[in-house]
């Protein structure tokens, strides 16, 4: 199993970045797919996933209305499209999944892509 995350970058507070998390090896889709962040002195937080089943979707009280997790299943890839970007959303983002079943929580993570850097400046 391979989680390969890409699209982080600079971005002025407002602007828009979009991440790309490209998964292969899974076998079935008894799973949730999505993303982590973690910024400097911070703990891991859960910001977005969508279950790989029935595409239901979870965002964190801080991102909804601004960020928007999508998947293409033909490309096996999960989408973050972040919007109206705060510098306090600067952190590492990692994609990630956990059983479906499970919370959406770093302790509950079978598999880690390595994460992206977001920078939001001011």
């Known amino acids: 199993v391979q989680l390969q995350a890409s699209g982080g970058g600079l971005v002025q507070a407002g602007g828009s970045l979009r991440l790309s998390c490209a998964a292969s090896?899974?076998?079935?889709?008894?799973?949730?797919i999505g993303w982590f962040r973690q910024a400097p002195g911070k703990e891991r937080e859960g910001v977005s996933c969508?279950?790989?089943?029935?595409?239901?979707?979870y965002y964190t009280d801080s991102v909804k209305g601004r960020f928007t997790i999508s998947r293409d299943n033909a490309k096996n890839t999960v989408y973050l499209q972040m919007n109206s970007l705060k510098p306090e959303d600067t952190a590492v983002y990692y994609c990630?999944?956990?059983?479906?079943?499970?919370?959406?929580?770093?302790?509950?993570?079978?598999?880690w892509g390595k994460g992206t850097l977001v920078t939001v400046s001011s």
């Open positions: 990630a999944t956990v059983p479906a079943g499970n919370y959406w929580s770093p302790t509950g993570v079978n598999y």
């Open positions: 090896g899974f076998i079935g889709d008894y799973y949730v």
């Open positions: 969508i279950s790989a089943r029935d595409g239901s979707t």
